[in-house]
């Protein structure tokens, strides 16, 4: 039985085969003891949303003999419908761009639908995809919604009020398109790191690649540690999102991954600490070596201990998770003291009985 720390690294270490002849080795090594717990690794890689990259790197290295049939017939069908996906989103993004730069305004692509249109992986398939992820100047920024909605699209989810200075506008869908896309206006969530990774920063060294704008390597990078470690928390829980590692490792072949997170102020700690946690689970690959800091041990110290002791991993991440909650609700109730578009939105909120309601199937109860 393996424990969930060793089908972790050895899942991470499966995507870096392709590059990395060493880790290439080590893995023969491990497939051929036949002692891999392949429900383990199933449910490991698909929960981080990297199990299509998985099979894209075992097939390449061709490990796939090492592996029962059936979860090889499942494995490349999955891999199909991902790609078959991609496809479809990316012809999604190539009309946005036309329609918008037909209109006068420009979008810069973001995230995973940005980096599967600057082409940074060998197979279309290997990235999982949500949304279509674009940004755009204070100027085009209420212009492309203007366009976007004439054009057909609407509201995903439909609610009569929408929390003010969001960092992308209410998700938008629209009938026989596969993906919903999110029109941006800032990058990151938390305030105190607008200024520093915003528009006006990625605007100045953005890529063009077959007429599509895209963020240079760097901001791919940085962005790719962002949206895990900053605006999904990663920093304060100490986790690691394998699809984002994954794009940082790729990214890592293409840019110097050291200098990108130090050419940073604020965003630098959070971001050199993931930078140092992919060094651990990618086995020490040379294009992600990091600063190494008091930080950086500290970090990789919780970061190694969860997988040994889930009790107290369990308790410290509710800990948490209480922390970001009061965090964040304080900080709604300063600025509706401050503003008055807050104090209309939290006034709705808390006179919304539909809200409610949501919050009691979310503990538990019935409707």
Same mark, same amino acid.
């Given at each position: ?16 085969? *392709?590059? &990395?002849?060493?880790?290439?080795? +080590? ?39 090492y592996l029962p049939a059936d979860l090889v017939a499942y494995m490349e069908e999955i891999t199909n419908l991902n790609r078959a996906r991609n496809e479809e989103i990316i012809t999604q993004a190539r009309e ?29 398939? &290997? ?9 755009? *100047? ?28 969001d960092k992308h506008y209410r998700r938008l869908q629209k009938e026989n398109n596969i993906a919903a896309i999110e029109i941006h206006s800032e990058i990151l969530a938390e305030e105190k790191y607008r200024k520093e990774f915003n528009y006006s920063l990625v605007e100045?060294?953005?890529? $063009? ?15 790719? $540690?962002?949206? +895990? ?22 990214? +890592? ?44 041990? *500290? ?28 965090? *964040? ?39």
């Open positions: 039985m393996m424990t969930y720390k060793e089908t972790f690294y050895f899942v991470a270490k499966c995507l870096t085969i *392709s590059l &990395e002849p060493e880790n290439k080795k +080590s893995i023969k090594k491990q497939l051929e003891t036949a002692t891999i717990n392949w429900d383990q690794v199933v449910k490991l890689s698909t929960s981080h949303y990297v199990f299509p990259a998985l099979y894209c790197n075992l097939k390449r290295a061709d490990f796939l003999k946005l761009n036309t329609l918008l730069l037909a209109n006068d305004i420009t979008p810069i692509f973001l995230k995973g639908t940005g980096n599967l249109l600057a082409g940074i992986y060998e197979d279309e398939a &290997e990235r999982m995809v949500g949304d279509i992820d674009f940004i755009f *100047s204070k100027e085009d920024y209420p212009k492309a919604i203007i366009i976007l909605r004439e054009s057909g699209y609407s509201e995903v989810a439909k609610y009569k009020y929408y929390l003010p200075d100045k060294d953005f890529q $063009i690649i077959d007429g599509v704008r895209v963020l240079s390597d760097a901001n791919k990078l940085n962005l790719s $540690i962002i949206a +895990s470690q900053v605006n999904d928390h990663g920093f304060e829980y100490k986790t690691m999102a394998l699809r984002n590692a994954y794009d940082v490792f790729l990214l +890592s072949k293409k840019t110097n991954a050291k200098e990108a997170v130090n050419a940073l102020d604020k965003l630098t700690n959070p971001l050199n600490c993931f930078l140092a946690a992919c060094y651990e689970i990618f086995n020490k690959v040379d294009s992600l070596v990091y600063t190494n800091t008091k930080m950086t041990v *500290s970090y990789l110290k919780i970061f190694n201990g969860q997988f040994d002791n889930p009790t107290s991993t369990k308790k410290r991440r509710k800990r948490v998770k209480t922390y970001i909650f009061i965090k *964040s609700r304080l900080n709604i109730l300063y600025k509706s003291v401050i503003h008055k578009k807050y104090r209309v939105w939290l006034f709705k909120r808390l006179s919304d009985v539909n809200w409610y309601k949501e919050k009691l199937v979310q503990l538990g109860f019935k409707k």
